[in-house]
Each structure stands twice: as structure tokens, then as C-alpha cells.
């Protein structure tokens, strides 16, 4: 089956401790991404990946790191994570088609900061 | 910058009305347009898509036309289903095509 995975779902963590975001695809889409929806705020995207090796910002990059050294996984990592990061993330993956991309979502990640 | 300006919600229909969610854009150069559908605790799904001007994306009997005069991607359906009840989004992609913008999302419930 044709999918994106998050792991974990869900996660509560506290101030200042790393963690980390897996995202997976299994379409050898060479676009990958990631956003996170907050009330009021719809989806923002974070970082963005056309190819292995190669990312780039989005709208809201700050406090967040990405890699993409495989074309099925790319990453989101929280160096030192503060409770304005408590949000729910997507990670996405997509095709170029005309000119831009169709992106498949995953199932999304629920991150609480303390 | 780019963005994407969406009417607000909740909207509250009944079965078999018709649905009008408004979006409008703002943008350099020449967007893609998107909508995209939420159902409760899943991640988005793609339910259209315009690339250029007078365009028009439909699936499932959803419809928007890509005005590029009045800057507007509306969404619209004749006669929704209890189904249809999700929050939907409009989004754009820049002119490159590599970065993406969405609204803040309409809800939707219809009732029967």
C-alpha cells in the first residue's frame, strides 16, 4: 500500500530534550516536506526536500532541522524543543507534475512540549 | 510574500445544499492552486488542483476555477453529502512550484 508513516504518533516531551520525527515513504517521490497545523493558523510548512541531499526552509524553519540522506526518509529533528513547538506536524511526500508537486500526507504527529 | 486568505468557518449545512468556501491568493508570478480535504485525525488528501489561469479542477463533484482577475480559487459543490462533512484548505504553490502556503481551513458539517 502506497503510504507515508510518521512515527511516533504521539509524544509528550520536555524543554530542552532532543527528539526526533521519522517520516517514510514508500512511492519513490523525490519531494518531501513537512508542516505543522496549528488553531487559527492552518498548515505552515517548516523545511522542504526536492532530492536527496538536497533541502531548503520553508515558511517557518526556526528551531527545527531536517536531513534527507535517503529518498524514503526524511527526518524532523527538535534540537532543544520549547512549548511554542507544541503542535500537531505532517510529513508529506510528492510527484512533480505541471509545473509543481501532488503531495500525499501522513498521518500526522502529536508533539506537547511541557 | 505569498498567502492564501480562505473564508472563515464553521459552516453548517444541510444535506443537498449547495457549498460555497471562498479563497483568494496573493502571489508573484504564477501560482498552482490546490484544495485539499481533512477528515477527523487523518492527514490531508488532495481533492484538486488548477496550474494555470481559467482552469478548472473537479473531483467528486467538488468544482473551483482558477480566477487569476480576481486572484480566487472558490470551492463549490451542488449538493453535499453528510461524507462530505471534513475541514477543507486551499493552499498554493509558489512559482517554483517547491514551496506551498495554505489557508486556515473551513470546516464543514452536514447535517441530514
Known amino acids: 500500500e502506497a503510504q507515508v508513516t510518521q512515527n511516533p504518533r504521539y509524544l509528550i516531551t520536555v524543554t530542552g530534550k532532543k527528539l526526533t520525527v521519522t517520516c517514510s515513504q514508500n512511492m519513490n517521490h523525490e519531494y518531501m516536506s513537512w508542516y505543522r497545523q496549528d488553531p487559527g493558523l492552518g498548515l505552515r510548512q517548516i523545511y522542504y526536500s526536492m532530492n536527496v541531499e538536497v533541502t531548503d526552509k520553508g515558511d517557518v524553519p526556526e528551531g527545527y532541522k531536517v536531513s534527507r540522506k535517503e529518498k524514503r526518509n526524511f527526518p524532523l529533528i527538535l534540537e532543544s524543543p520549547s512549548p511554542n513547538q507544541t503542535s500537531l506536524y505532517f510529513c508529506a511526500s510528492g510527484f512533480r507534475t505541471s509545473g509543481t508537486y501532488e503531495q500525499y500526507f501522513g498521518p500526522g504527529t502529536r508533539l506537547t512540549v511541557t | 510574500g505569498d498567502s492564501v486568505t480562505q473564508m472563515e468557518g464553521p459552516v453548517t449545512l444541510s444535506e443537498e445544499a449547495f457549498l460555497t468556501i471562498n479563497c483568494t491568493y496573493t502571489?508573484?508570478?504564477?501560482?498552482?492552486l490546490f484544495w485539499y480535504v481533512q477528515y477527523p485525525g487523518e492527514g490531508l488528501q488532495l481533492l484538486l488542483k488548477a496550474t494555470k489561469a481559467d482552469d478548472k479542477g473537479s473531483n467528486k463533484g467538488f468544482e473551483a476555477t482558477y480566477r487569476k482577475e480576481t486572484t480566487s480559487f472558490h470551492l463549490e459543490k451542488g449538493s453535499v453529502q453528510v461524507s462530505d462533512s471534513a475541514v477543507y484548505f486551499c493552499a498554493l504553490s509558489d512559482q517554483t512550484g517547491n514551496q506551498f502556503y495554505f489557508g486556515t481551513g473551513t470546516s464543514l458539517t452536514v447535517i441530514p
Open positions: 502571489a508573484t508570478g504564477y501560482p498552482s
